[in-house]
């Protein structure tokens, strides 16, 4: 079992960056793909990108690709989102996850942290 903090929200301007972390407990964190979701108000939790275990594959949403970019250090315990160029399209409550395989829905994570807010004002 592996418990997820996510930190580093905030409020920003459009077209700076801002970068997320998730702090993962436990010992096996270097055997989950880890995966970062967003949830807007009243819409549907989405795939943003994600990363195996090894930190080898990544993928990202076409939305962000070219923009976001997701790393880990393992040593660390923690898994990152580097977002550049913010539109206040990525406001959203954002979710880090684990999971086994590298997954793009939300189903396929089985541990979730509790989010951190990402407001992007015009």
């Known amino acids: 079992q592996v418990q997820l903090v996510e930190s580093g929200g905030g409020l920003v301007q459009a077209g700076t960056s801002l970068r997320l972390s998730c702090a993962a407990s436990g010992r096996t964190f270097s055997s989950y793909a880890m995966g970062w979701f967003r949830q807007a108000p009243g819409k549907e939790r989405e795939f943003v990108a994600g990363?195996?275990?090894?930190?080898?594959?990544?993928r990202y949403a076409d939305s962000v690709k070219g923009r976001f970019t997701v790393s880990r250090d393992n040593a660390k315990n923690t898994l990152y989102l580097q977002m550049n160029s913010l539109k206040p399209e990525d406001t959203a409550v954002y979710y880090c996850?684990?999971?086994?395989?590298?997954?793009?829905?939300?189903?396929?994570?089985?541990?979730w942290g509790q989010g951190t807010q990402v407001t992007v004002s015009s």
């Open positions: 996850a684990a999971s086994r395989f590298l997954g793009l829905t939300a189903g396929s994570y089985n541990y």
């Open positions: 990363i195996s275990a090894g930190g080898g594959t990544t």
